[in-house]
């Protein structure tokens, strides 16, 4: 429970690796002025002092915000830490291949934050994610509840751009959710996608539109794929994952229970437990409020499954 002196201290984020995703994030929260303090934190020191002058000279065009390089001390009082540290995908590379070198970071990063702040939510986006978030959670101690994947809140995002493209409506308007693994195997929820509470095959009858089987087959292997073919081209993504992670936030500073498709802890789900994996889930000041239980099809459980099962056995190698 936030006690009033907990609403009335200044909003601090802190940002624990500030590379691509880290400082893209800091930039976006920066722009949206949502956080009265933003501590930057980076094994590379100078970086983050480079990044700190940098957005605080963005400060005059847009919201008086304090920014700093900062040290794990600094993440005391903190709503919210996101967790930006560590190796990124090489082309070629698939998320899971990360899982050692990050998991090694964690071991000294988690309990660092922790020991300074052990209030406040954990927001990770270093990849595996969802591995990492189960491993922040075990390594801090925290509440599952505190402790969040930014999951596949940007496939999500990718699905929607993509059907938004397809039947030539709003990305906003469209309602559609990938669920598990953030990776190669998550899944599309189609039996539930809708536009205007009208599932996908009922909006093209209603609308008198063809429906392209062909053009949906294709839409997902793009959504699941979009990193590889993004790092092919310019090395890293950041901008729409930056987009996603202040999505979060906000809804966590600003108390909102926004249903978002995020990693979180996952129990008795269709005889899944004990994995952090993504599903609609409500976001509110306390971290998550609720995971959202979905009727999903008979292929999709199965899918779900599958994906529960791949990341277990990731996580079960890190001997947590
Ligand atoms: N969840 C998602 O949807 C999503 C999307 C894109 C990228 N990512 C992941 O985000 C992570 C960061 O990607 P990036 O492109 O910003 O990488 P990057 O290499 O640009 O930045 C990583 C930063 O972490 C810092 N770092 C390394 N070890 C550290 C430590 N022990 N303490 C503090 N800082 C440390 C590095 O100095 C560097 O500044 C990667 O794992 C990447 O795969 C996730």
Known sequence: MLSDADYRRPVRVAVVGVGNVGATFAYALLLGG?????????????????????LNH????????????????????????????????????????????????????VPEVVKHNPDGILLIATNPVDALSYAAWKLSGLPAERV???????????????????????????HAYIVGEHGDS????????????MRLPDFCKAQNLPHDQKAMDEIFPQTRDAAYRIIERKGSTYYAVA???????????????????????????????DVYLSLPTVIDRRGV???????LSPDEIEKLRHSASMLKAVVGKLKL
């Open 289 to 295: 409020e609720n995971v959202l239980r979905l009727e």
């Open 34 to 54: 949502i956080a009265s303090e933003i501590v930057l934190i980076d094994a590379n020191h100078a970086k983050a002092e480079g990044e700190a002058m940098d």
């Open 148 to 174: 969040i994947g930014s999951g596949t809140i940007l496939d999500t995002a990718r699905f929607r751009y993509l059907l938004s493209q397809h039947f030539g409506v709003d990305a906003r308007s469209i």
């Open 243 to 273: 987009a996603g992670l202040m999505r979060i936030t906000q809804a966590i500073l600003r108390d909102q229970s926004t249903v978002l498709s995020v990693s979180s802890l996952i129990q008795d789900y269709y005889g899944i437990s």
């Open 186 to 197: 998550e899944v599309p929820v189609w039996s539930l996608a809708n536009i205007a509470g």
């Open 58 to 109: 963005t400060v005059p065009f847009t919201h008086s915000t304090r920014v700093w390089a900062g040290d794990f001390a600094d993440c005391a009082g903190a709503s919210v830490t996101v967790f930006a540290a560590g190796a990124s995908q090489k082309p070629g590379e698939t998320r899971l291949d990360l899982i050692t070198k990050n998991a090694a970071i964690w071991r000294q990063i």
